[in-house]
């Protein structure tokens, strides 16, 4: 057992010459205009897929300017605490002082997801070689959990990502202090990361407990502050910041949010829950990550979504996979590192030519992937409607109060105040903004009767879908 853990561990003893010192930072530098290329291009052409972009860039711009976090779209001088948990966001408050827009969250977005690049190929190359260890940071960079976090504009997310990385890259390499303390900061991130510090405290306990007992009790203390810190932010700080005085998220657990529990909830989709598991293990891992204990980190996660009755939550959609990337990809760097020790030839071989099978096989995924539209002329310059709806856009006025549907709510959350179109619990605002591919300027001014019943609106600007209405 002694050997097969001297061999896990143990770095690679090949030449390491300037340029392999560099590998991790090119693949991060080239994956980082990858994903900004495809997330701004999204939001050039008015392609957002739903309103969390012009949420996050209304809380930030909130810490920019010295204000109380509130998101409008969630409700007037709604605290975007009370609904999730994520301080974290404050950090990018000075860049969007500088750059007022949502291109800036987006562009730290692609940032970050490169960055996790770094520690995961560089720990590869490390334990496993030159060639290895890049042709995994490659198979983590094009994973299909962070293309389409990277399809889906912005979310919070994007910085648990390296800080997972960074964390699972220091336990590899036995640093345990680094490893507990990048996991920390987690809990700042979201309400259930919590969890996944636990986690990680856990996994370093285990491997810790042999050779260095002390650091081994540290961690168990850590597991307990990382669950303890998580109750705290759901029993009590978002309820604090909730007008409600409750966390909204928990219908989704509830028998009201789909009936039965969680215990039920649990076995409902299993269908797509093991389709799921299966794109987590296979493409990214050959299965082989499921020999570390590394993988523990990704059961927080995937608990909370599979016990929810959001089936949004059980699927490979979204960005909801994007924190179980860097898990995957440290455990099998952790598994290919172990497998030397085994004394099953079989189970050798496979490891030896699995980075190169994995490399084929998110190749062969691409096609069906965020990643395809880099070949697309359209990815590279703006078409015709999202200029046409660019022009609408314009004519609401800087300052004023809209209310909004998807489409329009990014171009508009930066110099606006946005409501969400329908809410009831908001007076008419003065403008609307609304997309419907196939509405037309009667159709819409009878749609905002109905939403607005005691105002009356008329069609200032249209085209391609795109419509402005003004308040009479």
């Known amino acids: 057992m002694a050997t097969i853990e001297r061999q896990r561990v143990e770095p690679v003893r090949a030449e390491r010459p300037a340029r392999t010192a560099r590998d991790p930072y090119v693949l991060a530098g080239v994956l980082f205009a990858m994903y900004t290329v495809l997330s701004v291009g999204r939001y050039r052409d008015l392609r957002t897929r739903s309103w969390d972009l012009g949420i996050f860039e209304q809380a930030v711009r909130s810490y920019s300017e010295l204000r109380r976090p509130v998101a409008d779209l969630k409700g007037a001088d709604f605290l975007i605490l009370g609904d999730h948990f994520s301080p974290v966001t404050a950090l990018l408050a000075p860049f969007y002082r500088v750059f007022p827009s949502p291109v800036t969250l987006l562009v730290a977005q692609a940032a970050l997801f490169a960055l996790a690049a770094v520690p995961v190929t560089r720990v590869g190359i490390r334990l496993l070689g030159r060639v290895r260890g890049l042709t995994v940071g490659v198979v983590f960079g094009l994973s299909w959990g962070v293309q389409r976090a990277v399809d889906f504009d912005f979310h919070e997310i994007c910085f648990a990502v390296p800080l997972i990385a960074f964390s699972l890259e220091a336990l590899l390499r036995e640093r345990w202090r680094a490893a507990l303390l990048y996991a920390l900061p987690l809990v700042l991130v979201k309400e259930d ?60 657990l509830s028998e009201e949010g ?41 059961l927080p996660t995937l608990g909370w979504r599979f ?53 084929g096989a998110t190749l062969a995924l691409l096609p069906s992937l965020p990643a395809a539209q880099l070949t697309d002329a359209a990815t590279w310059r703006p078409g015709p409607v999202a200029e046409e709806g660019d022009r609408v856009l314009r004519a609401v006025p800087d300052g004023a109060e809209v209310a909004a549907n998807v489409r329009p709510v990014a171009r508009l959350t930066g110099r606006c105040r946005v409501f969400w179109i329908g809410d009831r619990d908001i007076a008419a605002p003065e403008y609307l903004a609304y997309h419907d591919p196939g509405g037309t300027r009667e159709g819409m001014v009878r749609r905002a009767a109905q939403l607005y019943p005691d105002a009356r609106y008329t069609v200032l600007a249209d085209g391609a879908g795109y419509f402005v209405l003004q308040r009479e």
Do not use: Q
């Open 193 to 252: 990361l919590g969890l996944t510090t636990a986690a990680i405290a856990l996994v370093v306990a285990w491997r810790a407990r042999g050779r260095a007992p002390r650091v081994a009790r540290a961690a168990c203390g850590v597991a307990v502050l990382g669950a303890a810190l998580c109750a705290l932010t759901l029993g009590v700080l978002i309820p604090s910041f909730n007008t409600g005085g409750g966390y909204d998220y928990w219908t989704k």
């Open 258 to 298: 789909g009936g039965g529990g969680p215990w039920a909830a649990l076995w409902a989709g299993a269908d797509t829950k093991a389709e799921t598991l299966l794109w987590l293990l296979l493409p990214t891992s050959g299965l082989l990550a499921l020999r570390s204990p590394l993988l523990l980190v990704a």
């Open 307 to 359: 016990v929810s009755h959001e089936t949004h939550y059980w699927g490979t959609d979204f960005h909801y996979s994007a924190v179980l990337m860097p898990v995957l990809a440290l455990a099998l760097v952790d598994a290919l590192a172990s497998v030397g020790g085994t004394s099953a030839r079989w189970l050798r071989d496979y490891a030896r030519f699995l980075p190169a099978g994995l490399l």
